[in-house]
């Protein structure tokens, strides 16, 4: 099984982690020196690669921000929670950091939120099988291409797989304009899990109800919310901030 991968950077990532098992990419014919260093990676890794019009490519990708880049790509592996880490292998002694989204329905929320989960070092993304935005080209292309570096795991139950993680040492902690706790007051650098909300709804109190915290991120100015996106990076920022300031003074 293959899925269609679209824009410059989904299919320069796609490339990366996949190598070889791109089953081919189509870029722009006359489309720059970008979409060319782009068909020479392809090219580099043994990949069938063409050069083609416009049209074929608004074909291929069925209208979507292509960038004069598609790619057939490998299936996605997902993973289940027992897979989860909860030790972090490039920092030795550190808890590992998963994301976990509850509801989250907006595939370029979905995609931002993957897109800071890779950058800031989490090591695993959960969320439920329903109530979620799918894997579609355009969340792959929201996330620009991190979602190809992601550890991904898709469950029946958030708030079951939650609990497994507990079990196993992990602090879950659900973000909600009026949690009782600041998140920057609590301890983050052991293995944690940050619950992100859906985008009108916040967490569901079933979820809220098996974390351990319940957190708000600081709020001064006049508007009291943030997307999910957003309020997931500065929320991961928040643990990396700790976990530097940990390092720095042992």
């Known amino acids: 099984m293959s ?3 679209y824009g410059l ?3 320069r990532e ?3 982690a996949h190598g070889a098992r791109v089953g081919w990419v189509l870029v722009q ?3 720059g020196p970008k979409l060319d260093a782009l068909a020479r990676l ?3 890794q043994g990949i069938p690669t063409e050069r083609a019009p416009r049209g074929e490519l608004d074909r291929r990708s069925a209208g979507g921000r292509h960038q004069g880049a598609v790619a057939s ?3 996605l592996t997902l993973v289940g929670v027992d897979a989860i880490p909860v030790v972090d292998e490039g920092q030795p ?5 998963t994301v976990a989204l509850d509801g989250v329905m907006d595939p370029q929320n979905f995609g931002a939120v993957i897109r800071s989960a890779v950058a800031l070092g989490a090591r695993a993304i959960l969320w439920p099988e329903h109530s979620s935005a799918p894997l579609t080209p355009a969340t792959f292309r929201a996330s620009a291409g991190a979602i190809e570096h992601a550890t991904l795991c898709r469950v029946r139950s958030l708030p079951d797989a939650l609990e497994a993680l507990a079990a196993r040492g992990v602090t879950a902690i659900a973000l909600d304009a009026q949690g009782p706790a600041e998140l920057g007051d609590l301890p983050l650098t052991g293995p944690v899990a940050i619950v992100i909300g859906a985008e009108d709804k916040g967490t569901r109190r079933a979820v809220r109800r098996v974390c351990q915290h319940v957190a708000r991120l600081p709020m001064t100015g006049p508007i009291a919310s943030l997307n999910a996106s957003v309020a997931g990076a500065i929320a991961l920022y928040e643990v990396v901030r700790q976990r530097r300031t940990l390092g720095a003074q042992a």
């Open 29 to 31: 014919r006359d489309g």
């Open 42 to 44: 392809a090219e580099g």
């Open 3 to 5: 899925r269609l991968v």
């Open 9 to 11: 950077q989904p299919v």
């Open 14 to 16: 796609a490339i990366r």
């Open 73 to 75: 790509a490998p299936e």
């Open 93 to 97: 002694g550190a808890g590992a950091i």
